[in-house]
């Protein structure tokens, strides 16, 4: 009844390149997250349309799908089935990149907050998908982990495009060669990583 609506996007018009990796900057609570999930198809558009080419994923790392009840490995078969993947291969690929021992065969309920975090990146990355959709979730677990995550992210994206969410600029130039914008419902897109860092910063100041 008390509810406010917020726009979080209005009158874009915006192709990103395939095969490229792209940021999506802009400042908290500019609705980059919710953006991420209606291109996701998470969440529908009120207005207009998304068209896509090629396969797009989940949020890289995203748990929120897994159903608590069923075990590390039953959700890895399930999911495989939904994405059409060969399932012996997803599940030896995420049991022996997740680590997660006999936890694997236990409830995903379970599980603590970064053992959820290391099965739904394995999933993610266990499939081939065209372009990865990545929400700031690629430091799970301890300091080794997080740098076998990123190589395998680096690996992932030498054949494929990526849309990425992230407050850390050394991050996003480390990943990115584009950038979009976010700012009051109006995405600007850059084909240079540096001038679209520079327009979000030059946002921030204002």
């Not at 059409?84 to 599940?91: K, N």
């Not at 929400?135 to 849309?163: N, P, S, Y």
């Amino acid at each position: 009844m008390h509810g406010k609506r917020k726009v979080v996007a209005r009158d874009i018009n915006v192709t990103f390149p395939k095969g490229k990796a792209i940021a999506l900057l802009g400042r908290n609570g500019a609705g980059k997250s919710t953006l991420l999930n209606m291109i996701a198809g998470n969440m529908a558009v009120t207005r207009g349309r998304i068209y896509s080419e090629g396969s797009i994923s989940f949020p890289v790392g995203f748990a929120g799908s897994f159903h608590p009840d069923l075990t590390g490995i039953q959700n890895v078969r399930f999911v495989a089935r939904i994405y059409g993947v060969d399932t012996q291969e997803l599940v030896e690929f995420v049991q022996e990149f997740s680590e997660l021992g006999v936890h694997f065969n236990l409830p995903f309920r379970t599980y603590s907050s970064g053992m959820k975090s290391r099965l739904a990146f394995g999933v993610s990355m266990g499939i081939a998908f065209d372009t990865y959709l990545i929400d700031e979730v690629t430091a799970v677990g301890d300091a080794a982990f997080q740098k076998k995550c990123e190589h395998l992210l680096h690996r992932r994206l030498t054949h494929a495009g990526a849309i990425m969410v992230s407050h850390s600029t050394g991050h996003v130039r480390e990943i990115c060669e584009a950038g979009a914008v976010l700012e009051n419902g109006t995405l600007s897109y850059f084909d240079d990583i540096e001038v679209a860092i520079e327009h979000h910063n030059a946002n921030l100041r204002v």
